[in-house]
């Protein structure tokens, strides 16, 4: 049963939202080679506020996500099209359908 999850919250730099949503969109190949990422979403929030929300059955799951290459990436490009660094929070699912 699916159990864990990662919610990241991204702000984009003025003028970088579409570099933004073409970055989180272009990570899907790279979750789908995660055998232990169950879900992986890219979320647009606002008009500069875009997000990644994952699901994991397991603990070491949600940690080898975090150690994997899309956070690599994330981080790597952050200072470019980020207004500020990202928030990335664990979060334990109550129920899932």
Partial sequence: MVKFALLAR???KPGKEQ???DFITSALPLAE???DTVSWYA???GPSTFGIFDTFETEA???AH???EIAKALMAKAPELLASAPVIEKVDLLAVK
């Fill in 10 to 12: 991204l702000e984009a």
């Fill in 43 to 45: 979320l647009k929030i």
């Fill in 66 to 68: 975090l150690g994997g």
């Fill in 61 to 63: 799951g949600r940690e």
């Fill in 33 to 35: 080679q995660e055998p």
């Fill in 19 to 21: 570099e933004v949503a």
